[in-house]
């Protein structure tokens, strides 16, 4: 059974940073791209960052640029999403997903996982 699983959410003060996490099994990904995707209420599920487990190319949304960092561990079967320099428009459920492709579409990603929540206050 494949299972992503993401933890790291939380409260955190603008400017502040946290790391999600998103662990993976059921499956390999070693040919998969894993990738970050937020969702604030009323809100469409938007993109945020992308890496091609194998080769490690990556994809990041504009508004998080400069400011978040995604990686992988493959010992650990772990991709993490390292967000630094937060802003309160950053709050949302944060998703891991994984595709064979690397893209921004959520739509043609075909494992999800739970969410966690980020909040960021100003």
């Known amino acids: 059974q494949v299972q992503l699983v993401e933890s790291g959410g939380g409260l955190v003060q603008a400017g502040g940073s946290l790391r999600l996490s998103c662990a993976t099994s059921g499956r390999t990904f070693n040919n998969y791209a894993m990738g970050w995707f937020r969702q604030a209420p009323g809100e469409e599920r938007e993109f945020v960052a992308a890496?091609?487990?194998?080769?490690?190319?990556?994809l990041y949304s504009d508004s998080v640029k400069g400011r978040f960092t995604i990686s992988k561990d493959n010992a650990k079967n772990t991709v993490y999403l390292q967000m630094n320099s937060l802003k309160p428009e950053d709050t949302a459920v944060y998703y891991c997903a994984a595709d064979r492709n690397l893209g921004r579409n959520p739509r043609n990603y075909d494992y999800w996982g739970q969410g966690t929540q980020v909040t960021v206050s100003s």
């Open positions: 890496i091609m487990w194998g080769v490690g190319i990556t």
